[in-house]
């Protein structure tokens, strides 16, 4: 790249990247196995991949490390921050909840041109059919259940993410957040597996600093299924 802090290159010049991450002494071997058809990646992404590091909103909040004549450091604005420091101004929308969400107020247009690659995205050799998705609450625990089907010619895993998009009406929320996951079997072209997880009610709640408790608001909740934050299969 002739730009380090441009990731474009990754989604015009790259068809594919692997991302084996520290895989020690013996990752090289499992590299050779995926490389070579022998095992189907089935890994995601943890982190959105952005177009440019100084457009995430992390970034303006954190101090430079030049030293004035006083050993003071600097603000991103040249002023005398006295220390290093960061300041957390994203409040709640930090990593894919702040993409997810402008990118829902703005549009396709301003998440396609600042995201390389989603959050939870993961390229496989094959493909997943998503059907028969369910969602209960007991009062406890919100159970999801869906149906997760290899339509393709190789053998692989899927992993399953569910998101959950709240009312919002008078608490403040991202447009989605990631409640659950889960991983298939590995599935043989034309298997299929039902996928069931749950996560506490209470996971739902956000802090009323007002009252000074923590809050479920009332409403209706959608819960999305799908094998990225932008890539959904099914909703309830």
Not at 175 to 204: H, M, R
Not at 214 to 234: L, M
Request: glycine share 10%; proline share 3%.
């Amino acid at each position: 790249r002739t730009n380090p802090t441009d990731y474009n290159d990754f989604g015009k010049n790259v068809n594919a990247c692997i991302v084996i991450g520290s895989p020690g002494a013996n990752g090289i071997m499992a590299l050779g196995e995926i490389l070579n058809g022998d095992v189907n990646p089935s890994g995601h992404t943890v982190d959105t991949v952005y177009t440019n590091y100084k457009n995430d909103p992390t970034w303006q909040n954190f101090g430079d490390n030049t030293v004035t004549n006083g050993n003071h450091y600097l603000k991103q604005d040249g002023s005398d921050a006295k220390q290093f420091y960061v300041e957390y101004e994203e409040n709640i929308y930090l990593g894919y909840r702040y993409y997810e969400t402008r990118g829902h107020i703005d549009g396709e247009n301003w998440y396609s041109s600042n995201v390389v690659y989603p959050f939870g995205y993961g390229l496989s050799y094959t493909t997943f059919e998503y059907s028969n998705a369910s969602v209960s609450n007991d009062g406890k625990n919100i159970s999801v259940s869906v149906d997760v089907k290899n339509t393709g010619a190789a053998t692989g895993k899927e992993v399953v993410e569910i998101y959950v998009s709240a009312p919002g009406k008078t608490m403040e929320k991202p447009v989605q957040e990631l409640k659950a996951y889960a991983k298939t079997n590995k599935l043989a072209a034309g298997e299929a597996q039902t996928i069931k997880v749950s996560f506490p009610v209470a996971d739902l709640a956000s802090f009323n600093e007002a009252a000074s408790a923590w809050e479920v608001e009332a409403g209706t909740y959608s819960v999305k299924i799908g094998s990225s934050s932008r890539d959904i299969k099914a909703s309830a």
